[in-house]
């Protein structure tokens, strides 16, 4: 039996309307089969490149038809749908004729177009669809009389390891089993609808109805789309009469597979959760993953005994043939082009890349029916008698009676599934008639099913609700038509029953009605459910007009466009062509104060704007939960800052740092409504439980007693935990010029609000932190290159403003010096009280200072983190007699009033942290003027003495000397000024040279007085002592010199000012001008 590998292809999509927006970056080249991807960060880096069966390019090169399909244009390498289908579809295709099984799987990160790839766009229709099409136009061309055809199809979602079929209304609680035929090996899905269909529309119809349900399952928060892997199998027998009348069956099982959105199976974000065991979000992805991985280390011989394990995971089970048995196996892999995707891109290539190893040993299915039918009857035989005989169960010794009783439970409950499963198979070999008859229900079924053309003339003309949903692919899906003159919107459980019947979280059971009047439609909510209907973004609180293209959300979950054909001219004309959910989203997180724009913001930073679009959602989501199930908790989408990272992030994670480098970073904070504590959740953790959530209300839903759910099991219960108060932050700049600090810093929490203050001072010391003296200033930071330094930090006092952070509080800090592994200092915990009076220092050591240190000094800045402690405390007796809405609603309340402050606080405009910046900037530039004039002062003093003196006496070299020491003295040189003075003179050489070329608005060089000796003393005016002006330039700052009274008169006089004529010459009247080298 041959080995064939599994075929990969990739291919690579074109920018969407965010990426345009934010002009991302292409980051994906391919040339024939080879696809390379260059990394953003680093440009220099080599492109990591990679060789598969085939490279599509699907990014730029094409026209879109009239009939809207894409193409290439004329010499582009573009890949439409159709040549993938050629490529990959056909193959599928022939295979299947010839009786083998084909899977096809796609996998990528959400929204990099496997669906697209699979299932398609309006009339770019994927390989699915091709396929069927094709299969059905091929047997259309069979002439051969004693050949037959028998298709099925069938469509299910796994979720949550959770099996629904889409075909179906109704599913069992937990989904479908999935088990083991004995016999074969293979897994199948017990009770799975498999439906006869006999035409290409008739597939279409039943992939629409798959897909409506699978809409409909997951707005009512059972599932959520990207999330669900969703399989399409079709059957595909061919079943061949020979001479003799006997019959013999080729068959061959199509597997389509869409999986669930790579990135899915990153859980590192929900480590540390204490209920991380439970989820199963991904457990899937990731066992298909290591499924990959185990064949292709089998395939490539580098470990011979390997356990494959296809048991982990439902997925793994069902496509245990098309991994690693008989199948011939492809797999496309979407790629997203944007470079802020780089890190998903390269795994999924990478995943590709492992796949491409495996092999598989494909075989024929061709069987005698008779052989087939007699076997499986054989089967039931013996398994109709294991039956009767109790299950075949002894029971071995030391099982106690009870344990005996559940085995042969267990074992009978085998044997009946496998003989249900046997009767199945039976039927599915059953006779042209018998197939004929089952074909002709299943069809008029099909009949029923809405959809089709008829909708699209209504559409043209009447009004009508369309669906919007995160995933492309399940919007559109649901039409309500407002034809009537009231439409009412509710639960099904009320009475009448309402026209839109919607469940899930939020809805009411009368949520809103809509009327229309002669074309004028409004809609009011329901009297008790104000606020639970959006109308674009807003709360519906009473009746309004609705025009085309307005966005509704019910509850939610459920998000609507309204469609008014007659009135396309209502529509705002700012809105776009085609409202999606993005959009949809962008206006409900404007409103809710985060920015949406995207330009100038960082990759971070766009990360972050993405995942709050994506969780704002889930958090009102697990609100609605929260207050459906009376849990006392409130949630909320935030941004952490840079800053204010490392310490939630420490505080958290047991001092590991997480994603380092990100400098903003969604996370979701918990609110218990009775008490006030918080936590703090990074977004794998409030995935994590989000999941759990949602798994706990379907529980509700379904009827359980969740009184019976201990609070450790809770995914809303968490033990209290110490919070991050706020951050402070100190800037070192003083640091760099051996300076010391010390002020009241600003404690500011998440939102920039202010929580308190904190007294720190920050100083130069020596080695033991013995203070350093005012000798150690340094002139210019490189000074202290190559050298020790030692500083010390003082947490003196804090004051916080919130009461209920006086159980407990401290602080910490640590320096993130480049190249160092991160030291941490720590407060104790001062405890009853919000005037905590720390009194605690630390000595930081820089053995050899270099540049990167002086680089952060420089411009860095160090973090305290204020930490108060939490405990479950009783609440007041007033709140616990509010539900969870009463308190959401109170708490709303309060968080009104600071929105501004959070509009202005979103992603870097840390005006806190700005504020405390120019501070320490002013700071030091008082210290540094400070000493300056100390330094003039002194040089003053050295020239009234010698102006005080006879001219006779009057030496030059002993007052240079006096003036070179003050001006150069330990501490206080005044190198720079010097430096620029010799340059200034020679300047003035050179015009001295050339006067004329002075022209006379040429504002002159303000020369230090001091230095300008040249004129005779009679000739001196006094002037008034002049204020000392700071010029700042960037961050270093000039600071021209206080002149002094007693000096020379600065006028220009003619072209120029008095000067010196040449270094160390002559002036008019004889006196030496001073050069200083
Ligand atoms: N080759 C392509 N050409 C044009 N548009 C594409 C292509 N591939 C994807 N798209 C567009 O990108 C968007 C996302 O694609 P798609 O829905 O296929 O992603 P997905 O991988 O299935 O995501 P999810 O994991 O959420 O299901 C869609 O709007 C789709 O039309
Ligand atoms: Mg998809």
């Not at 109308?535 to 939610?556: A, T, W, Y």
Request: hydrophobic share 35%; aromatic share 6%; glycine share 6%.
């Amino acid at each position: 039996m041959p080995e064939e590998g599994v075929k990969v292809a990739v291919r690579v999509r074109p920018f969407n309307q965010r990426e345009k927006d934010r002009k991302a970056h292409l980051m994906i080249k391919m040339s024939g089969q080879m696809t390379s991807i260059s990394n953003p960060e680093n440009p220099n880096e080599e492109p990591k490149k990679f060789s598969f069966d085939y490279s599509y390019w699907s990014h730029d090169g094409m026209v879109e038809s009239a009939d809207g399909v894409f193409e290439a244009t004329p010499g582009s390498n573009y890949a439409s749908q159709r040549k993938v289908f050629e490529d990959l579809g056909q193959g599928v295709l022939d295979n299947a004729f010839e009786g083998y099984n084909c899977s096809l799987f796609a996998y990528g990160q959400t929204g990099s177009g496997k669906s697209y790839s699979m299932v398609g766009y309006g009339a770019n229709r994927g390989i699915v669809p091709i396929t069927c099409d094709e299969l059905f136009k091929t047997m259309a061309t069979n002439t051969d009389t004693n050949k037959r055809f028998e298709v099925t199809f069938s469509m299910l979602e796994i979720y949550n390891e959770q099996v629904r079929d889409l075909l179906s209304r109704e599913n069992p609680k937990g989904g479908l089993q999935v088990r083991q035929n004995p016999k074969l090996g293979l897994f199948y899905v017990e009770g799975l609808k498999k439906v006869p269909v006999g035409s290409y529309v008739e597939i279409e119809k039943r992939m629409d109805q798959g897909t409506a349900n699978r809409t409909v399952a997951s707005t009512n928060m059972n599932a959520t789309s990207s999330r669900a892997h969703t399989v399409v199998s079709i059957t595909f027998d061919q079943i061949i009469k020979s001479e003799t009348g006997s019959e013999t069956k080729k068959s061959s099982v199509m597997n389509l597979v869409d999986l669930a959105g790579s990135e899915r199976a990153d859980s590192t974000g929900a480590t540390g959760d204490r209920l991380k065991e439970g989820a199963n979000i991904n457990k899937s992805l990731s066992a298909l993953g290591n499924v990959i991985s185990a064949l292709a280390d089998l395939s490539t011989g580098s470990k011979k005994k390997i356990v494959v394990p296809y048991r982990d995971s439902v997925l793994t089970k069902l496509l245990q043939n098309a991994l690693g048995g008989n199948s011939k196996t492809i797999m496309i892999a979407a790629l997203s082009p944007a470079d802020i995707n780089y890190d998903e891109t390269l795994s999924t290539l990478r995943y590709a890349d492992r796949a491409k190893k495996i092999k598989n040993k494909a075989v024929i299915n061709e069987n005698p029916m008779d052989k087939l039918i007699r076997e499986l009857k054989e089967e039931n035989d013996r398994l109709k008698k294991a039956m009767e005989s109790g299950g075949m169960i002894e029971g071995s010794a030391g099982m106690s009676p009870e344990e005996i009783e559940r085995m042969k439970k267990e074992m009978e409950e085998e044997i009946r599934a496998q003989l249900m499963a046997n009767q199945a198979m039976l039927s599915e070999n059953d006779s042209k008639e018998d197939w004929d008859a089952k074909l002709r229900a299943a069809q008029s079924e099909t009949d029923e099913l809405k959809g089709g053309g008829s909708q699209s003339t209504r559409r043209s003309k009447e009004p009508y609700l369309i669906n919007l949903n995160e995933d492309p692919m399940l919007s559109g899906v649901i039409c309500h038509f407002l034809d009537t003159e009231k439409t009412t919107v509710g639960r099904k459980d009320a009475q009448p029953i309402p026209n839109v019947c919607l469940s899930g979280l939020s809805i009411q059971k009368l949520h809103a009605i809509i009327t229309n009047k002669n074309g004028k439609i409004e809609i009011s909510p329901a009297p008790g459910s104000a606020s639970k209907t959006k109308v674009n973004g807003l709360p519906l609180s009473d009746k309004k007009e609705l025009s085309h293209k307005d966005r509704i959300l019910f509850g939610s979950n459920h998000m609507y466009v309204m469609m008014i054909p007659k009135h396309t001219d209502t529509a705002d004309n700012t809105l776009p062509n085609v409202i999606d959910w993005d959009f949809a989203q962008k206006e409900i997180a404007e409103i809710k104060g985060f920015a949406t724009h995207s330009l100038g913001l960082t990759k971070d930073q766009l990360i972050a704007q993405e995942q709050v679009l994506e969780m704002l959602p889930m958090v009102s989501e697990v609100n609605a939960v929260s207050e459906e199930l009376d849990k006392r908790k409130s949630f909320e989408v935030v941004l952490i800052s840079a800053a204010a990272q490392e310490g939630v992030d420490v505080s958290s994670n047991n001092g590991t740092r997480y994603d380092e480098g990100s400098s903003v970073r969604v996370m979701v904070k918990m609110t218990n409504l009775l008490n006030g504590n918080t936590w703090l959740w990074q977004r794998g953790k409030f995935l994590n439980r989000r999941y759990l959530i949602q798994d706990l209300y379907q529980r509700f839903l379904d009827g359980d007693d969740l009184s019976k759910v201990s609070k450790e099991e809770d995914p809303f219960w968490e033990p209290p935990e110490e919070v991050l108060i706020g951050t402070a932050n100190a800037f070192l700049q003083s640091l760099s010029f051996a300076l010391d600090f010390d002020d009241q810093l600003i404690i500011t929490d998440y939102k920039g609000q202010e929580e308190g203050t904190l007294d720190v001072r920050v100083a130069p010391c020596d080695a033991k932190g013995k203070p350093a003296d005012d000798e150690s200033f340094v002139e210019d930071p490189s000074e202290l290159l190559n050298k020790p330094f030692y500083f010390k930090v003082f947490v003196k006092k804090a004051e916080i403003n919130k009461s209920r952070f006086s159980r407990g509080i401290r602080v910490q800090f640590s320096l993130p010096f480049p190249n160092k592994k991160t030291e941490l200092a720590q407060t104790q915990i001062i405890k009853n009280t919000l005037s905590p009076d720390f009194d605690f220092s630390k000595v930081i050591t820089i053995n050899k200072v270099h540049s990167d240190h002086l680089k952060f000094l420089e411009n860095g800045c160090l973090t305290f983190y204020v930490f108060g402690m939490q405990e479950d405390t009783r609440p007041e007796p007033n709140l616990s007699k509010l539900t969870t809405k009463e308190l959401r609603q109170r708490n709303n309340m309060k968080e009104n009033a600071d929105t501004t402050v959070r509009r202005k606080t979103l992603f870097g405009n840390d005006i806190a942290s700005d504020q405390s910046h120019l501070k320490a900037e002013v700071v030091l530039l008082q210290r540094k003027h400070d000493r300056l004039v100390q330094k003039e002062r002194r040089i003053q003093e050295i020239c009234k003495e010698w102006e005080k003196k006879q001219e006779g006496e009057r030496e030059f070299e002993p007052f240079y000397r006096a003036v070179s020491a003050a001006a150069f003295s330990t501490g206080t040189r005044l190198k720079t000024r010097v430096q620029m003075l010799n340059q200034m003179l020679r300047l003035q050489r050179a015009v001295k040279m050339d006067d004329s070329s002075v022209s006379p608005q040429l504002n002159p060089p303000v020369l230090p007085p001091i230095l300008r000796t040249s004129a005779a003393p009679g000739s001196i005016s006094r002037q008034k002592t002049m204020d000392p002006s700071i010029v700042l330039q960037g961050q270093k700052f000039v600071r021209s010199l206080k002149t002094g009274s007693d000096l020379t008169n600065n006028k220009p006089t003619g072209g120029g000012q008095q000067r010196p004529t040449s270094a160390g010459g002559n002036t008019s009247n004889g006196s030496k001008a001073c050069v200083i080298q």
